[in-house]
C-alpha cells in the first residue's frame, strides 16, 4: 500500500464516520423537533425535547470537526 492509498482511505473513512455522526445528529434534532408536535397534551416545549435538540446540534457540529481530520496530499 502506498503512501497515496493510505492517505485515501484515511480520508474516506473520516468522511464515513463523519457522515455517521451527522445522521445520528438529525436523528435527534427531528426527535426534538417533532417531539412536541405530536403530544398534543403538554402541548409545550420540555427540557429533555430542549436537550436533545442541543446535544443534536452539538453532535453536528462534532461533524463539521471530524471533516476537518481531512488530510491533504503534499506536493513534492
Given at each position: 500500500?502506498?503512501?497515496?492509498?493510505?492517505?485515501?482511505?484515511?480520508?474516506?473513512?473520516?468522511?464515513?464516520?463523519?457522515?455517521?455522526?451527522?445522521?445520528?445528529?438529525?436523528?435527534?434534532?427531528?426527535?426534538?423537533?417533532?417531539?412536541?408536535?405530536?403530544?398534543?397534551?403538554?402541548?409545550?416545549?420540555?427540557?429533555?425535547?430542549?436537550?436533545?435538540?442541543?446535544?443534536?446540534?452539538?453532535?453536528?457540529?462534532?461533524?463539521?470537526?471530524?471533516?476537518?481530520?481531512i488530510?491533504?496530499?503534499?506536493m513534492?
Open positions: 500500500m502506498t503512501e497515496k492509498d493510505a492517505l485515501a482511505i484515511h480520508n474516506e473513512r473520516m468522511k464515513l464516520l463523519a457522515g455517521f455522526v451527522n445522521a445520528i445528529a438529525l436523528g435527534l434534532i427531528g426527535f426534538a423537533v417533532l417531539r412536541p408536535l405530536t403530544d398534543s397534551l403538554t402541548g409545550g416545549l420540555s427540557w429533555a425535547v430542549a436537550g436533545w435538540g442541543i446535544v443534536g446540534l452539538a453532535m453536528h457540529g462534532l461533524s463539521h470537526y471530524i471533516l476537518g481530520n488530510r491533504k496530499q503534499e513534492p
